[in-house]
C-alpha cells in the first residue's frame, strides 16, 4: 500500500519559514517524479515545485528564491523549506508521487497559514 505522509505545516506570520516533509511508503521517491502542489480557496490547485528522479528541480516563478525542494534517499522524504513566506502563500499543500509505472499518488494534505 504507497502511503505519503506530509507534516509541517502550521500558522506563521509574513516573512517566516516553514519545512514541509513527505514520507512516502509503498513507493521510492528516488524512481519517481515527486512534487509539491498547493491550493488555496476558490483556486485551482498548482504545482509549486517538483524534483525528478534524475534530481532536477522546477519551481513555480512565485515561489523562486524563497523555496527549496529537497530529498532524502535514505529516508524515502522530501521537504520543501518555505522562507520568506507571504499571504498569498496560504494554501494546503499537497505531496504528490508520479512513478517509474505511470501510477500517481497525493498526499493528505497540510495547511499553511500565512498571517500576521
Known amino acids: 500500500q504507497v502511503q505519503l505522509v506530509e507534516s509541517g505545516g502550521g500558522l506563521v506570520q509574513p516573512g517566516g519559514s516553514l519545512r514541509l516533509s513527505c514520507t512516502a511508503s509503498?513507493?521510492?521517491?528516488?524512481?519517481?517524479?515527486m512534487g509539491w502542489y498547493r491550493q488555496a480557496p476558490g483556486n485551482q490547485r498548482e504545482l509549486v515545485a517538483a524534483?525528478?528522479?534524475?534530481?532536477?528541480?522546477n519551481y513555480v516563478t512565485s515561489v523562486k528564491g524563497r523555496f527549496t525542494m529537497s530529498r532524502d534517499n535514505a529516508k524515502n522524504t522530501v521537504y520543501l523549506e518555505m522562507n520568506s513566506l507571504r499571504p498569498e502563500d496560504t494554501a494546503v499543500y499537497y505531496c504528490?508521487?508520479?512513478?517509474?509505472?505511470?501510477?500517481?499518488?497525493w498526499g493528505q494534505g497540510t495547511q499553511v497559514t500565512v498571517s500576521s
Open positions: 504528490n508521487a508520479h512513478t517509474f509505472y505511470q501510477y500517481t499518488y
Open positions: 509503498g513507493i521510492s521517491v528516488t524512481m519517481s517524479t
Open positions: 524534483v525528478t528522479r534524475g534530481g532536477t528541480l
